[in-house]
C-alpha cells in the first residue's frame, strides 16, 4: 500500500509540476484576446482599452483579434475551445454571455462551464432618445403618450437580439405597454430614421447618439443604468423618471477557456485591475459612456450569474430565437 501511494504521489507531481512552470513564467509569448465582432465596434474599443495597459505590465503584447459572426457566436465559441494556457483569453459581453446562449438554440458553448471569469472591465449603459417631433419631454409623458396610442408604440434597435432591443422589453414590460420592435442592421440606419422621424423612440449607446442629442436632432430623456452617467450628468436615470428597478446595460469583462490554471487567472486580474485603476484607461472608458468595474475573479463570476439569469428568463418569456 505504501509503494502504490508513493508512486502515485509521485504522479501526481509529475502531473502538477508543468502546469506550475507554466504558470510560474506566464507570459513568455504574445497573448491573443478574442474579441467576437467584427473591428470598429464598441466591443473591439473595450478591448484595447484595456490590452494596450496589461501589455505593458505582463511584457508580452496582448494581440485582439476579431472574430465576428453570428452575433458574436462564432468568436466566442472559437475561444472556448482554445488550448487553457493563457494565451487565448476572451472579451466577454452581455450579448455572448447572457442573451445568445438562450437565444440561439445551438450557439456551440456553455457560458458558466466552458469558460473561467478573469474579471470585469466595465457597463456603458444605453441613453432612451425620441425623435424631436414627438410631443413628450419626459419619461412620464412618454409612457403617457404611449398609453393614449390606438395601437403599439415602435422603437428601433441596431438588431433582434441586442441589448438596445431587449432594453425596450424591459421597458414595456415594466410600465404595462405593448411596444412594437423594429430591427435595424445597426445603429447607422436607424438613427437616421429616428432623426427623420420614421420611427419615434429607440435605446442607443451614449456616444451614439451625444452628437445628435447636443445639436438638437434628438431629445435624451433617461439613462438606461441604475446610476447617471458622467456624459449626461443631468440625464435622469429610468429608475429616477419613474421606472423603478430599471438597469440596463451593457457589461464587459474578459474570460479564458475552462480549465486555465488559477494562478494565471489571477494573475491577468491583477493586471487588468491595474489598468482600470489608471487614469487613462478610465478616460478612455468615460468617453465610451462606461465606468470601470474593477473587482475579483469571484465578484465577476457572480455578476455573469446574476446577468445570464436574468436575461435568460426575458428570452424565454418573449420567445426570442435566434439562428
Known amino acids: 500500500m505504501r509503494i502504490s501511494l508513493g508512486i502515485i504521489a509521485v504522479l501526481s507531481l509529475t502531473a502538477v509540476a508543468p502546469q506550475s512552470v507554466r504558470a510560474a513564467d506566464y507570459p513568455d509569448h504574445p497573448i491573443t484576446l478574442v474579441v467576437p465582432f467584427p473591428p470598429g465596434g464598441s466591443t473591439t474599443v473595450m478591448a484595447r482599452n484595456v490590452a494596450d495597459k496589461m501589455s505593458v505590465a505582463l511584457g508580452q503584447p496582448i494581440v485582439v483579434e476579431n472574430r465576428g459572426g453570428a452575433g458574436g457566436t462564432i468568436g466566442t465559441r472559437y475561444a472556448a475551445k482554445a488550448a ?9 459581453y452581455t450579448g455572448t454571455f447572457s442573451i445568445a446562449p438562450a437565444a440561439y438554440a445551438n450557439p456551440g458553448y456553455d457560458p458558466r462551464k466552458d469558460f473561467a471569469p478573469i ?49 425596450g422589453e424591459v421597458l414595456a414590460a415594466s410600465i404595462g405597454v405593448p411596444m412594437q420592435h423594429i430591427p435595424y442592421k445597426g445603429n447607422g440606419p436607424a ?30 430623456l433617461a439613462i438606461s443604468s441604475a446610476q447617471r452617467s458622467k456624459l449626461v450628468p443631468d440625464v435622469p436615470t429610468l429608475a429616477e423618471a419613474g421606472v423603478p428597478g430599471f438597469d440596463v446595460a ?26 482600470l485603476a489608471s487614469e487613462d484607461v478610465q478616460k478612455r472608458l468615460a468617453n465610451e459612456g462606461a465606468d470601470a468595474l474593477p473587482g475579483t475573479v469571484e465578484a465577476y463570476a457572480a455578476d455573469l450569474d446574476r446577468e445570464e439569469t436574468k436575461w435568460s428568463a426575458l428570452v424565454r418569456k418573449i420567445g426570442l430565437k435566434l439562428e
Open 119 to 167: 474579471g470585469m472591465i466595465g457597463a456603458a449603459p444605453n441613453l432612451l432618445v425620441v425623435t424631436t417631433s414627438l410631443p413628450v419631454t419626459s419619461v412620464a409623458e412618454l409612457i403617457a403618450y404611449a398609453k393614449a396610442q390606438p395601437s403599439p408604440m415602435q422603437y428601433g434597435s441596431p438588431g433582434v437580439g441586442t441589448v438596445n432591443h431587449l432594453a
Open 191 to 220: 438613427l437616421g430614421d429616428l432623426i427623420g422621424g420614421h420611427i419615434p423612440m429607440m435605446f442607443v449607446p451614449i456616444p451614439v447618439s451625444l452628437g445628435n442629442v447636443n445639436a438638437g436632432k434628438l431629445r435624451a
Open 250 to 275: 451593457l457589461r464587459y469583462g474578459l474570460a479564458a477557456p475552462a480549465g486555465t490554471p488559477k494562478p494565471i487567472i489571477d494573475r491577468l486580474n491583477k493586471e487588468l485591475n491595474a489598468a
Open 84 to 92: 487553457p494556457d493563457g494565451y487565448t483569453i476572451l472579451l466577454s
